[in-house]
């Protein structure tokens, strides 16, 4: 498989629910990122790993916890999460997440769709 | 900190006809520029992006973009749109700190 890769498609979760989404690339990338994609707002960056280690945390609430175990696996645990959090959760990476051009071409996944209920 | 500016939320055209979608940008320094298209139910797939050198860039799909400096804008353009093209497309700058900022996005309507 290539790409970037993401499971489950569809999520349905209650509040009190916890569930995990996962992302994979098989790119040979350095950095992996999470976005949010609600409908009408612009997309939104919630975390940036390079070289596994977070780089980015744009003041995510703590119900949304990542985890980064290689450089080719990006995980964002989800408990207690409210219906605004419903959304596209779309993982992205990247050559490297160091900065210059090599950090900014991202490769995106299909996206995981969550519904909060 | 960088922004970017797509201002047709909605366009309508019709197959074969031309097509331009609008972005301009906000950047202190010589940005990087994309633009990803996304399909419904899909993420973003880069069409194409401009570092330096020649403004005018090619990119997959028959699409091309022109970066210009003086109007801080990189507009997207196809000579002849296909009904395959209808999705959402995305203008992006990014930074040499490795961030990307992404535009609302415009939804690209083909009529028959």
């Known amino acids: 498989e290539t790409g970037v890769t993401q499971t489950p498609r569809h999520l349905v979760m209650g509040m009190t629910n916890k569930k995990s989404l996962k992302c994979e690339q098989h790119?040979?990338?350095?950095?992996m990122y999470w976005y949010k994609q609600s409908a009408k707002k612009p997309l939104e960056l919630m975390f940036v790993y390079s070289l596994e280690e977070r780089v980015e945390n744009n003041s995510v609430p703590s119900r949304f916890s990542p985890e980064c175990p290689n450089s080719s696996h990006l995980f964002l645990h989800l408990h207690t999460l409210q219906p605004e959090d419903s959304a596209l959760y779309l993982c992205?990476?990247?050559?490297?997440?160091?900065?210059?051009?090599?950090?900014?071409?991202?490769?995106f996944g299909a996206g995981s769709r969550l519904t909060v209920l | 900190a960088q922004s970017v500016t797509q201002p047709d939320i909605h366009i309508t055209v019709s197959e074969g006809a031309s097509l331009e979608l609008r972005c301009n940008y906000s950047y202190g320094a010589t940005p990087y520029l994309f633009w990803y298209v996304q399909s419904p139910g899909q993420g973003l797939q880069l069409l194409l992006k401009y570092f330096s050198g020649d403004t005018l860039v090619q990119g997959i799909k028959g699409f091309e973009a022109e970066f210009k400096r003086s109007q801080s804008s990189f507009n997207l353009r196809k000579p002849s749109v296909h009904w395959s093209d209808a999705a959402e497309y995305f203008c992006a700058v990014g930074t040499n700190a490795g961030k990307s900022t992404f535009g609302d996005g415009t939804t690209l309507t083909v009529k028959p």
């Open positions: 790119l040979g990338h350095n950095a």
């Open positions: 992205a990476s990247s050559q490297d997440g160091g900065g210059g051009s090599g950090a900014n071409v991202l490769t």
